[in-house]
């Protein structure tokens, strides 16, 4: 038998009917929503604390200090005397300008070769999945891994690099590629841009998916060629993608050590150590007082960089 109308209002409890719903039948956020939120959250932010952020302030605190492995009688606070250290010493400066070759040299390749490779894997062609797959395979293997591969390749002696240049009469004599201070850079340069290319790649490829073919066939019908179709539909439309992989891929390269121990360990006479292989090397050595200011002064520069940058790409008012 069914409760008439009046019969479940007065057994509905009392004031029920008058309690406010939240707008869209939402539950409303309470105290014990928040405590349950948190309770989740907190292994991930014990994670983050002690592996990142308590070793972040444990090395800027270190920089500040006389902290040497090979004698820690004394770890006084010394102020700037690391930083003053570090600007005067030649190595360092050395560092910093092959830093700036390191990041240059690679990024632009990369960012060029990787722009055009996705402009081609996105048309429709057979076996273009199996194009992809040899595309992107370099992307899943160890930097320092590839370092020793390309070592090998530009070994002086029996690499394959002179092999082939002087089956080809380019040369008449092996190179040696690591060993002298002229060719050691632009090899370990060409190895980054054959491991960066894949990055580009991905990414704006994944960007060029999003653009709506209408926008390439309304140019076509305009009688736009593929230069105008190029700079009027396809940069603009992933102007954004493209501006943050340069910044990621800047502040990668610029961390990216491992390719340079693999194929040449900062040498011949440190001529390929940049900024982020002599801290690990300074490391090495004990001092991580001046290894600490290091990582303070890249952090600080790819910080300023990474502001100016965003700055300067940002879309301003009445431009198009």
Avoid: C
Wanted: overall charge positive; proline content about 4%.
């Amino acid at each position: 038998m069914s409760l008439t109308t009046t019969d479940q209002a007065r057994s509905a409890p009392a004031g029920a009917g008058n309690r406010p719903r939240p707008a869209g039948g939402r539950r409303r956020f309470t105290g014990r929503t928040a405590l349950v939120l948190f309770a989740f959250m907190l292994p991930a932010l014990v994670f983050v604390g002690l592996f990142t952020y308590y070793p972040l302030l444990s090395g800027i605190q270190m920089a500040f200090r006389n902290y040497n492995l090979n004698d820690l009688s004394d770890t006084s606070w010394v102020g700037l005397d690391n930083f003053r250290a570090l600007l005067d010493d030649e190595l360092f400066r050395g560092t910093v300008k092959n830093s700036v070759v390191w990041v240059v040299g690679s990024l632009v390749p990369q960012f060029l070769i990787g722009f055009t490779m996705a402009m081609w894997l996105r048309r429709r062609f057979r076996f273009r999945g199996a194009y992809q797959a040899l595309v992107f395979f370099p992307w899943a293997v160890s930097g320092f891994l590839i370092g020793i591969l390309f070592r090998w390749m530009f070994n002086g002696e029996f690499g394959v690099v002179n092999d082939l240049l002087m089956k080809t009469q380019l040369i008449d004599a092996p190179v040696p590629w690591l060993a002298d201070a002229r060719y050691a850079m632009f090899s370990v340069i060409v190895a980054n841009v054959w491991y960066g290319v894949t990055f580009f790649a991905i990414m704006i490829l994944a960007a060029l998916q999003g653009v709506p073919e209408e926008l390439y066939e309304s140019a076509a019908i305009d009688g736009a060629g593929k230069v105008r179709t190029l700079f009027s539909i396809t940069i603009p439309s992933i102007r954004t993608t493209l501006a943050l992989t340069v910044l990621l891929r800047v502040i990668w390269i610029f961390n990216s050590p491992e390719l340079i121990f693999g194929m040449t360990g900062g040498g011949p006479a440190n001529e390929t150590h940049i900024v982020t292989s002599h801290m690990i090397q300074v490391t090495q050595e004990g001092d991580y007082g001046r290894a600490s200011a290091m990582g303070v002064m890249v952090v600080f520069v790819l910080m300023l960089f990474a502001v100016f940058y965003l700055l300067a790409i940002r879309p301003r008012k009445g431009l198009a």
